[in-house]
């Protein structure tokens, strides 16, 4: 499995991004997408997800983000989007995608893309 981010830019406060992590070699179902984010200094992060469950999946958004950010997927091509709005100097970070898949216990990172925010 690869993962590959993209969108990654310099942006003013305020602006919006749009990320994307494409996949390829996914031989399973998608059981969980992941975009998490490390900062200058800092722990990497869960930044939002996407947990299937049985009827309705799980979206959790980490509270730094809620209303500004919204992670999405396209099924056709096994892609994964955080569209990131208002955004703020402390969104400032290298964000990655990572995934998980049935029957598989590992998950997997792409290289990850970088967004700078500035004031």
């Known amino acids: 499995v690869q993962l590959v981010e993209s969108g990654g830019d310099l942006v003013q406060a305020g602006g919006s991004l749009r990320l994307s992590c494409a996949s390829s070699?996914?031989?399973?179902?998608?059981?969980?997408i992941g975009w998490y984010r490390q900062g200058p200094g800092k722990q990497r992060e869960l930044v939002a997800a996407?947990?299937?469950?049985?009827?309705?999946?799980?979206?959790d958004y980490a509270n730094s983000v809620k209303g500004r950010f919204t992670i999405s997927e396209d099924h056709a091509k096994n892609a994964v989007y955080l569209q990131m709005n208002s955004l703020r100097p402390e969104d400032t970070a290298v964000y990655y995608c990572?995934?998980?898949?049935?029957?598989?216990?590992?998950?997997?990172w792409g290289p990850g893309t970088q967004v700078t925010v500035s004031a």
């Open positions: 996407i947990r299937r469950r049985a009827i309705v999946d799980d979206y």
């Open positions: 990572n995934l998980g898949l049935y029957g598989d216990p590992d998950t997997y």
């Open positions: 070699g996914i031989t399973s179902g998608i059981r969980y």
